[in-house]
């Protein structure tokens, strides 16, 4: 079982730039991905951004594209997610999971964090 802790999120402004932790404990295998999902108030949770530990592969929604940054520290067993130019529609709770497979779809995903506020006014 991982855990993961979520830290970061905050009240900003249109344009300003946010960085978001997940920090994991427990069974953290090298081959396992790691992602960021988001859920607006009334909407379905989707997904942002994710990585593999080990290789480096990432996947970036079309709506966050050019604008947000998935990393890992192996060493600290933490991913970010550097969230650039930001926009009011970016306003969601943001989920840290974890799974040994890749998707987009969060019902593959096997753990999560409990969430982070990420409030963007206009």
């Known amino acids: ?6 830290s970061g999120g905050g009240l900003v402004q249109a344009g300003d730039s946010l960085r978001l ?10 081959d396992y991905a790691m992602a960021w999902f988001r859920q607006a108030p009334g909407k379905e949770r989707v997904f ?8 480096g592969y990432t996947n ?7 604008r947000f940054t ?7 067993n933490t991913i970010y ?3 650039n130019s930001l926009k009011p529609e ?3 709770v943001y989920y840290c999971a974890s799974d040994p497979s890749m998707t987009t779809l969060p019902r593959f995903w096997s753990s999560w964090g409990q969430g982070t506020q ?5």
């Open 1 to 6: 079982q991982v855990q993961l802790v979520e």
């Open 21 to 30: 932790s997940c920090a994991a404990s427990g069974r953290t295998f090298s």
């Open 48 to 55: 942002v951004a994710g990585i593999f530990w080990s290789g």
């Open 60 to 66: 970036y929604a079309d709506s966050v594209k050019g």
């Open 70 to 76: 998935i990393s890992r520290d192996n060493a600290k």
């Open 81 to 83: 997610l550097q969230m």
């Open 90 to 92: 970016d306003t969601a």
């Open 118 to 122: 990420v409030t963007v006014s206009s």
